[in-house]
Structures are given as structure tokens and as C-alpha cells.
């Protein structure tokens, strides 16, 4: 019967991430919204209460409390399904607000049309390359149903991650920012979750940390968190470079 329902589980979890994804999609494109006007703190509220619980459930201290209760095979599962119900109360909260501060009409209607796919292009190929079964709990819940051990991640960058640290948050920047009509309610969200992708990000970088030590504080040294990002936190890491450049000096010099 538990192993009946750890699989039903995961399926279910699966199945729920297309829905929430296709959902995604239509609510960014400016559908799948209440037409009636509602208030706009309550629309911060709703982007709120997705942002908030998404980052606390990756916090190291957050995660091995909950381990207690859940199983390490179903933690990614549990993660995601609990992102997939936030985000879907937001698609049913949301209301609209009529009052634009922009739209775009024309040809550059079009080019931020075709912005707005390319990002969710980048997105997709960002998560891929960076484990998108751990990221929806495939990965841990597969090697459970087939009973064997899941494959250890290993500290690699590529692609995207030579360049930046952080290309899925900033391909989710572009579909906030890459809409042709910008509503008031529109803009609350896009406010509330750059905030929260900025934050998340440099989250992102203390749990890398805390997790894999000194070579990622080496990665922050070398490359930015974001494009002409030039210093802070997001920015390369100047004390991991003077502390590793410190480091390498006494080899350099003893040979």
C-alpha cells in the first residue's frame, strides 16, 4: 500500500506540473485571469505567497526539519506539488485591472511577442541543462520506483552557467518584463517577483554554498550572478577572488 501510493504520488505530482506549467504559460500571456477588478494589495498578497514559501521550502534549516516528516525520494515531489498549488491559488485569486501604464502596438508589438517566447525558450533550456528532474522531483522519485540509488549531482558548470550563475532567474525576468500591455495589476506581480528573483537568487548562492563549499565560491569569483551586474552580491565575488588568489600564491612562488 506505501509504495501504491508513493508511486501514485508521483504521478500525480508529474501530471500536476504540466497543468501548473500550461497555466504559467496562459496567465504570463495575459490570459486565464478574472476579468472582474479586484484590489491590488490582494493581487501582492497572491504573488507574495508564492514567493515566500518557494525559497523558505529550499532553506537548508527549513528542509531538514521537514526531512523529519518527509522522505529524502519525495522531498523534490513534495517541493514541487507545494509550488504547483501556490501558484495555481494565484491563478485563482488574480484579478485584473484595466488601467495600463504601457502598451505597445505595431511592429514592436511583435518583437516583444517574440521576447516574451524566447524566454520561456531560455527558461526551459536553462532548467534542462541544470537538472530539471530535480527540479520537479523525477529524479529522486524514478530511482525510488526503480529502486536504486539516484545519481549523486556533481558541480559542473555548462553552457549558460560559464557565463552567469543564475540563467533560469533571468529568463523568468523575461516573462515578466517582455509584455506588450503593462495593467496595474500586470505591474504588481512584475514589482513583487523581480523583487522576489533578486532575493531568490542571492538565496540561491548561500545554499550553493552551504552545499558544496569552496569550489562555488571559487564559480562566484569568476562569474556574475547576472549580466553587468558589476559588484554586490549578485555581482562576481571580489573576496572569494582575493581569498583564492591569496590561496595561490605560496604554490606560485614554491615553484
Not at 485571469?33 to 505567497?49: F, N, Y
Not at 521537514?66 to 517541493?79: N, P, V
Amino acid at each position: 500500500m506505501r509504495r501504491s501510493l508513493g508511486i501514485l504520488f508521483g504521478v500525480a505530482n508529474q501530471m500536476l506540473f504540466a497543468y501548473t506549467v500550461v497555466h504559467l504559460f496562459l496567465f504570463l500571456n495575459g490570459g486565464n485571469v478574472q476579468a472582474t477588478r479586484g484590489s491590488l494589495w490582494i493581487d501582492a498578497a497572491l504573488a507574495l505567497q508564492f514567493a515566500i514559501p518557494h525559497s523558505l521550502l529550499l532553506w537548508p534549516p527549513v528542509r531538514a526539519r521537514l526531512r523529519a516528516w518527509i522522505a529524502a525520494e519525495f522531498y523534490g515531489c513534495a517541493f514541487c506539488t507545494a509550488t504547483c498549488f501556490s501558484l495555481l491559488l494565484m491563478f485563482w485569486g488574480w484579478r485584473s485591472d484595466a488601467r495600463l501604464l504601457w502598451e505597445v502596438e505595431g511592429t514592436g508589438r511583435t518583437i516583444v511577442r517574440c521576447a516574451f517566447l524566447l524566454s520561456w525558450g531560455a527558461l526551459v533550456y536553462s532548467l534542462w541543462i541544470s537538472g530539471l528532474g530535480r527540479q520537479t522531483g523525477w529524479t529522486t522519485w524514478y530511482a525510488w520506483l526503480r529502486r536504486v540509488t539516484p545519481p549523486r549531482p556533481e558541480f559542473a558548470p555548462q553552457s549558460w552557467y560559464r557565463w552567469l550563475r543564475h540563467p533560469i532567474y533571468l529568463s523568468f525576468l523575461g516573462l515578466l518584463w517582455f509584455t506588450p500591455t503593462m495593467s496595474l495589476d500586470r505591474a504588481v506581480l512584475t514589482a513583487v517577483w523581480t523583487g522576489y528573483i533578486f532575493v531568490g537568487s542571492r538565496l540561491k548562492d548561500l545554499r550553493l554554498e552551504a552545499y558544496i563549499g569552496e569550489p562555488y565560491r571559487a564559480y562566484q569569483s569568476r562569474v556574475p550572478g547576472f549580466p553587468f551586474v558589476p559588484f554586490g552580491p549578485l555581482g562576481r565575488r571580489r573576496e572569494h577572488a582575493a581569498v583564492a588568489q591569496t590561496l595561490e600564491s605560496p604554490v606560485r612562488r614554491a615553484a
